[in-house]
């Protein structure tokens, strides 16, 4: 089955920034999870140690977080691959879209 992949903003920075990611395949199912670099998370607990959020930095917590060395389109091509040939791409991505009118009975 053919997908694709749509990153939904600019990378800024490899080495410390987060993008949400949705996968898309040719039945119409769409499904989507968060890459994050461990940079990323320190710099986000850092920040919220002075707003408060998550316990004042205490905690990170994300709904289909995938936590990767450095961000590039090739290095999330290469993940969803992996995960597509593994057998664990649901597990690691959310549902959500399923277009019932694309999918065989």
Not at 66 to 91: A, C, K, M, R, Y
Request: net charge negative.
């Amino acid at each position: 089955m053919e997908w694709k992949v749509r990153v939904l903003h600019d990378i800024i920075d490899p080495l410390e920034d987060n993008v949400d990611v949705e996968v898309e395949f040719s039945d119409g199912r769409r499904f989507a999870a968060t890459f994050f670099t461990l940079a990323s998370i320190r710099q986000l607990m850092l920040r919220w140690s002075k707003t408060g959020e998550c316990a004042s930095g205490l905690y990170f917590w994300s709904t289909h977080p995938i936590v990767v060395q450095t961000l590039s389109p090739s290095v999330i091509h290469e993940v969803v691959e992996d995960l597509l040939t593994n057998g664990e791409f649901e597990h690691a991505f959310e549902l959500v879209v399923r277009d019932e009118a694309r999918l065989p009975p």
